[in-house]
């Protein structure tokens, strides 16, 4: 069984900073793409930050503002938010797509989320 657990969440003022962590347990051969979504009240859950074989993406509303880094030893993944803005405001959720011991397919594990509350 694998688990993805989330930590960092908080209420912070604009223009402040929070930084989310999120770390894959479990039976785990490999990882590959590591992602930070978001979801706002009565929107559609959005890409935030990917990485994958040392390369990142980011939203265009996120570009200079947040950071996304990943230990593979640890399988972690961290999200450094600065210059939060209040359209920040959002439960944020970690995404892993993992080959698990054991299997032959890669699925992808999600996990419960975190809430990021930004007020103005």
């Known amino acids: 069984q694998v688990q993805l657990v989330e930590s960092g969440g908080g209420l912070v003022q604009t223009g402040g900073s929070l930084r989310l962590s999120c770390v894959a347990s479990?039976?785990?051969?490999?990882?590959?793409?590591m992602c930070w979504y978001r979801q706002a009240p009565g929107k559609q859950r959005e890409l935030v930050a990917a990485?994958?074989?040392?390369?990142?993406n980011y939203a265009d509303s996120v570009k200079g503002r947040f950071t996304i880094s990943r230990d593979n030893a640890k399988n972690t993944v961290s999200l450094q938010m600065n210059s939060l803005k209040p359209e920040d405001t959002a439960v944020y959720y970690c995404?892993?797509?993992?080959?698990?011991?054991?299997?032959?397919?890669?699925?992808?594990?999600w996990g419960q989320g975190t809430q990021v509350t930004v007020s103005s």
């Open positions: 995404n892993a797509n993992v080959l698990p011991m054991g299997r032959i397919a890669w699925f992808s594990y």
């Open positions: 990485t994958s074989g040392g390369s990142t």
């Open positions: 479990g039976k785990i051969i490999s990882i590959n793409t």
